[in-house]
T-cell receptor, first 112, second 113 residues
Framework: ELKVEQNPLFLSMQEGKNYTIYCNYSTTSDRLYWYRQDPGKSLESLFVLLSNGAVKQEGRLMASLDTKARLSTLHITAAVHDLSATYFCAVGGRSGANNLFFGTGTRLTVIP | EAQVTQNPRYLITVTGKKLTVTCSQNMNHEYMSWYRQDPGLGLRQIYYSMNVEVTDKGDVPEGYKVSRKEKRNFPLILESPSPNQTSLYFC????????????FGPGTRLTVT
């Protein structure tokens, strides 16, 4: 069974600082997704990474994928309070995008 | 507005009383899926459907049933709910190919006593 591990599980950081969230997965996959969830809300798609070496950026967030290392990173640059949320990575399983396995999430709190 | 809707949003029920959570999407997506979210476990897939009359088990299908008689609807059925099915449930849909981006519904919080 595909295992997806995120770390850290909890992250408290000051505004203006940089940090990286890591997503490791146990078996080969060709696609990885990042989602954001605000408290009491649904999931919002942030990035879809479909190839080794893929890098995508949106505002202060940048995601990358290394399929050989089975690792994806979500880098936060100059954090602002609005980025406070829980971030999930998800990896395609035996049926690719039809069968996603999620990490346990990283709860990010940005302190003013 | 393109969206995935779920009903009800909140439900408290008793053990053994059959219930259905509805899911509907207006984007003409072939693929739909159900997940449950539990603290410390992230989201786990229950069932998914590639198209009408085509469904398959996800990671945690035990105790659940689904049907896909129409493209837009994908109800989740709990024939005999138990307390361990207390959870937050999300429906999602996507159009295969392209970015493979999934669109999630607002969630249904189910409590089984």
């Amino acid at each position: 069974e595909l295992k997806v591990e995120q770390n850290p599980l909890f992250l408290s950081m000051q505004e203006g600082k940089n940090y990286t969230i890591y997503c490791n997965y146990s078996t080969t996959s060709d696609r990885l997704y990042w989602y954001r969830q605000d408290p009491g809300k649904s999931l919002e798609s942030l990035f879809v990474l479909l190839s080794n070496g893929a890098v995508k950026q949106e505002g202060r967030l940048m995601a990358s994928l290394d399929t050989k290392a089975r690792l994806s990173t979500l880098h936060i640059t100059a954090a602002v309070h609005d980025l406070s949320a829980t971030y999930f990575c998800a990896v395609g399983g035996r049926s690719g995008a039809n069968n996603l396995f999620f990490g346990t999430g990283t709860r990010l709190t940005v302190i003013p | 507005e393109a969206q995935v809707t779920q009903n009800p949003r909140y439900l408290i029920t008793v053990t053994g009383k059959k219930l259905t959570v509805t899911c509907s999407q207006n984007m003409n997506h072939e693929y739909m899926s159900w997940y449950r979210q539990d603290p410390g476990l992230g989201l786990r897939q229950i069932y998914y459907s590639m198209n009408v009359e085509v469904t398959d088990k996800g990671d945690v299908p035990e105790g659940y049933k689904v049907s896909r008689k129409e493209k837009r609807n994908f109800p989740l059925i709990l024939e005999s709910p138990s307390p361990n099915q207390t959870s937050l449930y999300f429906c999602a849909s996507r159009r295969p190919g392209g970015s493979d981006e999934q669109y999630f519904g607002p969630g249904t919080r189910l409590t089984v006593t």
